[in-house]
């Protein structure tokens, strides 16, 4: 059974950086697309970053372009969102997830997704 399980979220205070893992597990993922999507109280899923399966093509979502990064270690089987300079508006339960092809990811299909790890940035 593949399991993706986030770590790394927090309360933050504006101006600050947290750094979010996904471990995946049961399966290899090295030649999948992974990502990092986030959901706010009353608001759709969105998307937040996206990594090609060799790690050399990665898409962002506008409202996070220039402050996070995303990357992926194969041999571990983990993604990882670097997330610096952190606004209110970031604050959202953040998803990893595992999608076939970048082009699924960024209209939100996914075929596993983890449980989710709160990310709250105070003002």
């Known amino acids: 059974q593949a399991q993706l399980v986030e770590s790394g979220g927090g309360l933050v205070q504006a101006g600050a950086s947290l750094r979010l893992s996904c471990a995946a597990s049961?399966?290899?993922?090295?030649?999948?697309?992974m990502a990092w999507f986030r959901q706010a109280p009353g608001k759709e899923r969105e998307y937040v970053a996206i990594?090609?399966?060799?790690?050399?093509?990665?898409w962002y979502g506008d409202s996070v372009k220039g402050r996070f990064t995303i990357s992926r270690d194969n041999a571990k089987n983990t993604v990882a969102l670097q997330m610096n300079n952190l606004k209110p508006e970031d604050s959202a339960v953040y998803y990893c997830?595992?999608?076939?092809?970048?082009?699924?990811?960024?209209?939100?299909?996914?075929?596993?997704w983890g449980q989710g790890t709160q990310v709250t940035v105070s003002s």
């Open positions: 990594i090609s399966w060799s790690g050399s093509s990665t």
């Open positions: 049961g399966r290899t993922f090295s030649y999948d697309t």
């Open positions: 997830a595992v999608s076939s092809s970048p082009a699924r990811a960024l209209v939100g299909e996914a075929d596993y």
